[in-house]
Nanobody, 123 residues
């Protein structure tokens, strides 16, 4: 039932920016916590950011704090992640997740995850 479709990924040079979007459907988006998770090549899942129901409360992993910004538009049913000052280490598949995640522990893909959008940071 949960449908999450990420978009906005691509190839960008170090220091560049991207804006990821996640179109949500199949559930009541406005009363659902939302998160972003990523997986770098050969690595495990890493929690990136999460956001409360209204968008007022946001949380970030230390590795992205100050560079990434999570937001949501409940009227449009869309989650966003603004990626600024990108580093090569940010290269990963980025997943939109329905749920209140705040750590990288016990993460696994499931029905509440999108298919992901690839972000590649390279010269």
């Amino acid at each position: 039932e949960v449908r999450l479709v990420e978009s906005g990924g691509g190839l960008v040079q170090p220091g560049g920016s991207l804006r990821l979007s996640c179109a949500a459907s199949g559930f009541i988006f406005s009363i659902s916590y939302m998160s972003w998770v990523r997986q770098a090549p050969g690595k495990g899942f890493e929690w990136v950011s999460s956001i409360g129901l209204s968008g007022s409360n946001t949380y970030y992993a230390d590795s992205v704090k100050g560079r990434f910004t999570i937001s949501r538009d409940n009227d449009k049913g869309t989650l966003y992640l603004q990626l600024n000052s990108l580093k090569t280490e940010d290269t990963a598949m980025y997943y939109c997740v329905k749920g209140r995640l705040q750590s990288s522990d016990y993460l696994q893909r499931g029905s509440s995850w999108g298919q992901g959008t690839q972000v590649t940071v390279a010269s």
